[in-house]
């Protein structure tokens, strides 16, 4: 279904809330000091507490750095942050919530009512931020042929919510959002972002209405999709279906979804008929969060430069497109690396070029870890730039400077891959190519210039491919061309 | 007096004989579990007796002291702890079908420092399922019965403490107090209990009721007997939470109690009213200045606060109970158990209630009309005490309305509740509170008296606690090493 556009052709729009859920980047959990490492075997990173055992209390611990990470996204995102708040208890049964509560925020989340900006399809969009809160994650059902399994391992892993305001109208502003959202977890250190991991997990929140209209419809809630490209075809799907059940039944059932990528649907989990009630309490055995202005201004301080402005001052000061910006600020480290190879070099632009479409490809890794230093590809760049190498010298030069500390320009010169613009050697080349090959010689001569290109790879080959291509160009042209004036002053 | 009761040791007397070798830890051991083989077909105040491991313990114990390496002065005393404490490798089931078979793979914090120090833990004992009860008649897996009338029950909800310290089982016990669970059944067996301040013992380990009322508590045969058992699990403690190795003859000299005016709660009966005026008397004669506490709110609106208050959390603390992983084997391995069959095959009837109430306690309008209140009366409870501990260092009140009932007339919710009046209070308000037996009701069963001081002058609690003591007619004949 194409997003919007046919929504909007009957007059109506989607009116879309995400509701995102990143892990922090912390070692323990948060209210115990187990280990949030992913991928350990089932249930060996859990405790009396995250599993909820009789009598496991949380009393007395919460993970600082958590909380800490929770006001950086708060503050990276423009909220205010509350000076106290307080966790609370979230009833549910679900057979991998071993307590039968989550512990999370209710009433007094840690921040509230901040913004966050973007360009989608170009235009640029603020999304306004209803809150960020504090919560824990969830354990984990595994289906075995013996039957399910509750591994805890993730359970107690903090999380934030980061609730939006229903400010998003399509599928592709939806996943803009979420590129943008994730560059700047990912800038500040707060998440690691690993969708495939479930670090960053998202529910979407979806009514549909005529355009022009103020009043908000009934909405569906498609749970915990884990990719952008799914939240955005889930969207497109969802807002098609809910337009369909209005225009048959005259309304839309409020139910809980989830989005099925096999089939390209959404599917019913449970209807919704009211809002479930959670019966919040205040958890009694972790003591009230107060967060002093000074901690607030400490952390302020703490936030990196963030990829909005970033890209701003990328575009100004090296005059890249924006989607060179916006790539160079997607992963972390990367344009930190791009600034100090690009200060070093006199050809920012083609450290550019290296870096995007070379170097990216050999270290495709999240965050970005280069085998190549930045200074390295400041020389290499500066290589190609002067023409002592030609490009095509430079990228594969580029592999093999990996994990080496070897200056390109020694590593060049003793493979003896620099350029040659002696004119001796480019001219006898040139000589040799045309002999070697006279009917595209011939072609040349009768005004089919585009047969050049033949000869100059022959010389190219002949040069071991080190002949300066311009000159080499050059060289051919000037030898066909005084051939052709000798075969005319003789006819 | 006839109510002095042999058998029953106090711990200066136990750690004398075991320091000087008069005693050896095994040989105490032995005599403890000697005594529990003709005590408990009448008394039943253990679910669980680990004799194999008493034994071992006591005989580790008496190598450590050979060797002259004690780690406390009570290493070898045997104890013994209330159901809902965690025991690593021995079963605790909150005398609850749900957790009739979980062995815990961890020891509660108060576990692990009684073991550190070298006691002995000889089992677990009966209480009302979760807690939730004031006769431990709600237990689902043993009835105990009150050691100085069987016909009558132990009180609750730590029932099997209180009867095993009375019977001369042990010499001290582990409960826990949430609204009055450690005080009153003290109050009933002829007992001392005590209920810390918030926070003083870890709770840790502790399967919670309430977790903002809970306190890990101790019961024992004096004030001094569980100053010292406190001041083992309360650490670090600071010195004016501890009762000086020799107290005696210190007076309570212009030290000011207040004792409650006419009409704050309903009237009292005879008995319990000459309880209260004659150690009110005998406080003054220690050199304490008697004044009345004015400022409390009605302990009947405390009372109805703590119904909130602890149900909805102990509606939300049993929501873990899913039938997943406690409940007994799944009825269909290959299916998740559904957790309103498990639960409603394996919670007694005393839990469903307050599950039910706790609930709706917490939903919808209830919410507003009857959750949020009780935490306003909390903080004016707690105000209270504020006022009073402004004007005075002590509050003496009765621990209980009357005697222990009898185990056949079955108690209305209602009925069970009154039970708490007075001890709830000091529960709300988070205040270390003590009960010393003082007096005898009208059928010659044991009442109570319980003194609440602010945080921080638990060493005069206790000091006053053994002054009432001295005159109360309960304490044990001390049989030293017989």
């Given at each position: 279904?194409?997003?919007?556009?046919?929504?909007?052709?009957?007059?109506?729009?989607?009116?879309?809330?995400?509701?995102?859920?990143?892990?922090?980047?912390?070692?323990?959990?948060?209210?115990?000091?187990?280990?949030?490492?992913?991928?350990?075997?089932?249930?060996?990173?859990?405790?009396?507490?995250?599993?909820?055992?009789?009598?496991?209390?949380?009393?007395?611990?919460?993970?600082?750095?958590?909380?800490?990470?929770?006001?950086?996204?708060?503050?990276?995102?423009?909220?205010?942050?509350?000076?106290?708040?307080?966790?609370?208890?979230?009833?549910?049964?679900?057979?991998?919530?071993?307590?039968?509560?989550?512990?999370?925020?209710?009433?007094?989340?840690?921040?509230?009512?901040?913004?966050?900006?973007?360009?989608?399809?170009?235009?640029?969009?603020?999304?306004?931020?209803?809150?960020?809160?504090?919560?824990?994650?969830?354990?984990?059902?595994?289906?075995?042929?013996?039957?399910?399994?509750?591994?805890?391992?993730?359970?107690?892993?903090?999380?934030?919510?980061?609730?939006?305001?229903?400010?998003?109208?399509?599928?592709?502003?939806?996943?803009?959002?979420?590129?943008?959202?994730?560059?700047?977890?990912?800038?500040?250190?707060?998440?690691?972002?690993?969708?495939?991991?479930?670090?960053?997990?998202?529910?979407?929140?979806?009514?549909?209405?005529?355009?022009?209209?103020?009043?908000?419809?009934?909405?569906?809630?498609?749970?915990?999709?884990?990719?952008?490209?799914?939240?955005?075809?889930?969207?497109?799907?969802?807002?098609?279906?809910?337009?369909?059940?209005?225009?048959?039944?005259?309304?839309?059932?409020?139910?809980?979804?989830?989005?099925?990528?096999?089939?390209?649907?959404?599917?019913?989990?449970?209807?919704?008929?009211?809002?479930?009630?959670?019966?919040?309490?205040?958890?009694?055995?972790?003591?009230?969060?107060?967060?002093?202005?000074?901690?607030?201004?400490?952390?302020?301080?703490?936030?990196?430069?963030?990829?909005?402005?970033?890209?701003a001052r990328l575009q100004t000061a090296y005059g890249m497109r924006a989607e060179d910006a916006a790539t160079l600020t997607a992963l972390p480290g990367l344009a930190e690396f791009f600034g100090q190879a690009a200060a070093a070099s006199a050809y920012p632009d083609l450290v550019l070029n290296l870096l995007l479409s070379d170097l990216l490809r050999i270290c495709p890794g999240e965050p970005f870890v280069s085998p190549v230093s930045p200074g390295q590809l400041a020389e290499l760049a500066d290589l190609a730039g002067e023409g002592s190498v030609n490009r095509s010298t430079a990228k594969r030069l580029l592999p093999r400077l990996a994990g080496t500390q070897e200056s390109p320009r020694a590593l060049a010169e003793r493979e003896q891959l620099t350029q040659i613009r002696d004119p001796g050697r480019i001219a006898a080349w040139a000589a040799q190519a045309v002999a070697e090959l006279p009917r595209p010689a011939a072609d040349y001569r009768s005004g089919r210039s585009n047969a050049l290109q033949a000869l100059q790879g022959r010389l190219m080959a002949l040069s071991g491919g080190r002949a300066d291509p311009v000159q080499a160009a050059q060289a051919l042209r000037a030898l066909l061309e005084t051939n052709r004036e000798e075969e005319e002053s003789h006819v | 007096m006839s109510a002095r009761r042999e058998g029953r040791l106090t711990l200066p007397a136990l750690c004398r004989a075991l320091a000087c070798g008069a005693l050896s830890s095994l040989e105490l051991t032995r005599r403890c579990l000697g005594r529990l083989e003709r005590l408990e077909p009448t008394v039943g105040a253990f679910l669980t007796l680990d004799a194999p491991g008493a034994l071992a313990a006591a005989a580790a114990s008496d190598r450590r002291r050979q060797a002259g390496a004690p780690l406390h002065p009570l290493d070898g005393v045997p104890y013994a702890v209330k159901d809902n404490l965690c025991t690593r490798g021995l079963r605790t089931t909150c005398a609850s079908r749900m957790l009739e078979?979980?062995?815990?793979?961890?020891?509660?914090?108060?576990?692990?420092?009684?073991?550190?120090?070298?006691?002995?833990?000889?089992?677990?004992?009966?209480?009302?399922?979760?807690?939730?009860?004031?006769?431990?008649?709600?237990?689902?897996?043993?009835?105990?019965?009150?050691?100085?009338?069987?016909?009558?029950?132990?009180?609750?909800?730590?029932?099997?403490?209180?009867?095993?310290?009375?019977?001369?089982?042990?010499?001290?016990?582990?409960?826990?107090?949430?609204?009055?669970?450690?005080?009153?059944?003290?109050?009933?067996?002829?007992?001392?209990?005590?209920?810390?301040?918030?926070?003083?013992?870890?709770?840790?380990?502790?399967?919670?009721?309430?977790?903002?009322?809970?306190?890990?508590?101790?019961?024992?045969?004096?004030?001094?007997?569980?100053?010292?058992?406190?001041?083992?699990?309360?650490?670090?403690?600071?010195?004016?939470?501890?009762?000086?190795?020799?107290?005696?003859?210190?007076?309570?000299?212009?030290?000011?109690?207040?004792?409650?005016?006419?009409?704050?709660?309903?009237?009292?009966?005879?008995?319990?009213?000459?309880?209260?005026?004659?150690?009110?008397?005998?406080?003054?004669?220690?050199?304490?200045?008697?004044?009345?506490?004015?400022?409390?709110?009605?302990?009947?609106?405390?009372?109805?606060?703590?119904?909130?208050?602890?149900?909805?959390?102990?509606?939300?603390?049993?929501?873990?109970?899913?039938?997943?992983?406690?409940?007994?084997?799944?009825?269909?391995?290959?299916?998740?158990?559904?957790?309103?069959?498990?639960?409603?095959?394996?919670?007694?009837?005393?839990?469903?209630?307050?599950?039910?109430?706790?609930?709706?306690?917490?939903?919808?309008?209830?919410?507003?009309?009857?959750?949020?209140?009780?935490?306003?009366?909390?903080?004016?409870?707690?105000?209270?005490?504020?006022?009073?501990?402004?004007?005075?260092?002590?509050?003496?009140?009765?621990?209980?309305?009357?005697?222990?009932?009898?185990?056949?007339?079955?108690?209305?919710?209602?009925?069970?509740?009154?039970?708490?009046?007075?001890?709830?209070?000091?529960?709300?308000?988070?205040?270390?509170?003590?009960?010393?037996?003082?007096?005898?009701?009208?059928?010659?069963?044991?009442?109570?008296?319980?003194?609440?001081?602010?945080?921080?002058?638990?060493?005069?609690?206790?000091?006053?606690?053994?002054?009432?003591?001295?005159?109360?007619?309960?304490?044990?004949?001390?049989?030293?090493?017989?």
């Amino acid at each position: 279904m194409n997003d919007g556009g046919a929504l909007r052709r009957q007059g109506y729009e989607a009116v879309v809330g995400l509701e995102v859920h990143a892990e922090l980047k912390t070692r323990t959990k948060l209210f115990c000091g187990c280990s949030t490492a992913f991928g350990a075997p089932p249930n060996t990173q859990c405790c009396p507490v995250c599993a909820g055992l009789p009598g496991g209390l949380v009393a007395g611990r919460l993970n600082r750095r958590a909380v800490e990470l929770a006001l950086l996204a708060g503050l990276a995102l423009g909220c205010d942050i509350a000076g106290y708040s307080h966790m609370d208890r979230k009833h549910y049964f679900y057979p991998d919530l071993p307590r039968g509560y989550q512990l999370s925020q209710d009433g007094e989340p840690l921040c509230r009512g901040g913004y966050l900006e973007f360009a989608a399809a170009g235009v640029p969009t603020r999304v306004r931020i209803a809150r960020v809160h504090l919560e824990e994650d969830a354990g984990k059902l595994l289906h075995t042929p013996q039957g399910a399994m509750l591994d805890c391992n993730r359970c107690g892993v903090p999380l934030i919510e980061i609730v939006t305001e229903p400010d998003l109208r399509s599928g592709a502003g939806a996943a803009a959002f979420l590129r943008e959202l994730r560059a700047v977890l990912l800038a500040c250190g707060i998440s690691d972002c690993r969708m495939q991991e479930g670090s960053l997990r998202c529910d979407v929140n979806l009514s549909v209405r005529r355009i022009g209209e103020e009043t908000l419809g009934t909405r569906t809630e498609i749970k915990n999709i884990n990719s952008f490209a799914f939240v955005e075809k889930a969207i497109a799907y969802e807002a098609g279906r809910q337009l369909e059940e209005l225009v048959r039944t005259g309304q839309v059932r409020q139910r809980t979804l989830r989005y099925n990528p096999a089939a390209g649907r959404t599917e019913v989990m449970r209807d919704k008929e009211r809002a479930a009630d959670y019966r919040f309490l205040r958890e009694p055995d972790v003591p009230e969060l107060c967060v002093s202005r000074a901690t607030v201004e400490r952390l302020r301080r703490e936030l990196p430069e963030l990829p909005a402005a970033r890209r701003a001052r990328l575009q100004t000061a090296y005059g890249m497109r924006a989607e060179d910006a916006a790539t160079l600020t997607a992963l972390p480290g990367l344009a930190e690396f791009f600034g100090q190879a690009a200060a070093a070099s006199a050809y920012p632009d083609l450290v550019l070029n290296l870096l995007l479409s070379d170097l990216l490809r050999i270290c495709p890794g999240e965050p970005f870890v280069s085998p190549v230093s930045p200074g390295q590809l400041a020389e290499l760049a500066d290589l190609a730039g002067e023409g002592s190498v030609n490009r095509s010298t430079a990228k594969r030069l580029l592999p093999r400077l990996a994990g080496t500390q070897e200056s390109p320009r020694a590593l060049a010169e003793r493979e003896q891959l620099t350029q040659i613009r002696d004119p001796g050697r480019i001219a006898a080349w040139a000589a040799q190519a045309v002999a070697e090959l006279p009917r595209p010689a011939a072609d040349y001569r009768s005004g089919r210039s585009n047969a050049l290109q033949a000869l100059q790879g022959r010389l190219m080959a002949l040069s071991g491919g080190r002949a300066d291509p311009v000159q080499a160009a050059q060289a051919l042209r000037a030898l066909l061309e005084t051939n052709r004036e000798e075969e005319e002053s003789h006819v | 007096m006839s109510a002095r009761r042999e058998g029953r040791l106090t711990l200066p007397a136990l750690c004398r004989a075991l320091a000087c070798g008069a005693l050896s830890s095994l040989e105490l051991t032995r005599r403890c579990l000697g005594r529990l083989e003709r005590l408990e077909p009448t008394v039943g105040a253990f679910l669980t007796l680990d004799a194999p491991g008493a034994l071992a313990a006591a005989a580790a114990s008496d190598r450590r002291r050979q060797a002259g390496a004690p780690l406390h002065p009570l290493d070898g005393v045997p104890y013994a702890v209330k159901d809902n404490l965690c025991t690593r490798g021995l079963r605790t089931t909150c005398a609850s079908r749900m957790l009739e078979n979980y062995i815990p793979p961890y020891d509660a914090d108060a576990v692990a420092r009684l073991r550190g120090a070298g006691c002995v833990l000889l089992g677990k004992l009966n209480m009302d399922e979760f807690s939730f009860g004031s006769t431990t008649m709600t237990s689902a897996l043993g009835v105990t019965r009150n050691p100085l009338d069987p016909a009558r029950v132990p009180g609750g909800s730590s029932g099997g403490a209180a009867a095993a310290v009375a019977a001369g089982e042990l010499p001290f016990a582990v409960g826990s107090d949430t609204g009055g669970s450690v005080r009153q059944p003290a109050a009933f067996c002829g007992v001392t209990g005590f209920k810390p301040a918030a926070g003083r013992i870890s709770r840790y380990g502790l399967v919670a009721f309430a977790p903002s009322l809970d306190c890990v508590g101790v019961l024992a045969n004096t004030a001094a007997d569980a100053a010292r058992v406190y001041a083992l699990l309360a650490q670090p403690l600071p010195a004016q939470e501890l009762l000086p190795a020799d107290d005696s003859g210190a007076g309570l000299s212009g030290v000011r109690v207040a004792v409650p005016p006419q009409g704050w709660g309903p009237p009292l009966s005879d008995a319990v009213g000459r309880a209260l005026d004659r150690g009110a008397d005998c406080l003054r004669r220690a050199g304490a200045l008697l004044c009345t506490a004015d400022c409390l709110p009605p302990p009947e609106t405390a009372l109805l606060s703590y119904v909130a208050l602890s149900t909805a959390e102990a509606a939300s603390d049993l929501a873990r109970f899913d039938g997943i992983r406690f409940g007994g084997p799944a009825r269909d391995p290959s299916a998740l158990p559904d957790p309103a069959e498990v639960r409603g095959d394996c919670f007694g009837p005393e839990v469903k209630r307050r599950i039910l109430l706790g609930t709706a306690l917490l939903s919808g309008e209830f919410r507003a009309r009857c959750y949020q209140p009780a935490c306003l009366v909390r903080e004016a409870v707690r105000d209270g005490f504020a006022r009073l501990f402004g004007e005075a260092e002590l509050l003496l009140t009765p621990t209980v309305p009357g005697g222990a009932p009898r185990a056949d007339v079955p108690l209305s919710p209602r009925e069970a509740g009154q039970m708490d009046l007075y001890t709830v209070p000091a529960s709300l308000a988070g205040l270390p509170a003590l009960s010393v037996p003082f007096g005898r009701d009208e059928n010659a069963m044991p009442l109570g008296l319980q003194l609440v001081a602010p945080p921080g002058r638990e060493a005069l609690l206790f000091r006053a606690g053994a002054i009432l003591e001295a005159a109360g007619g309960w304490l044990p004949e001390e049989v030293g090493n017989e």
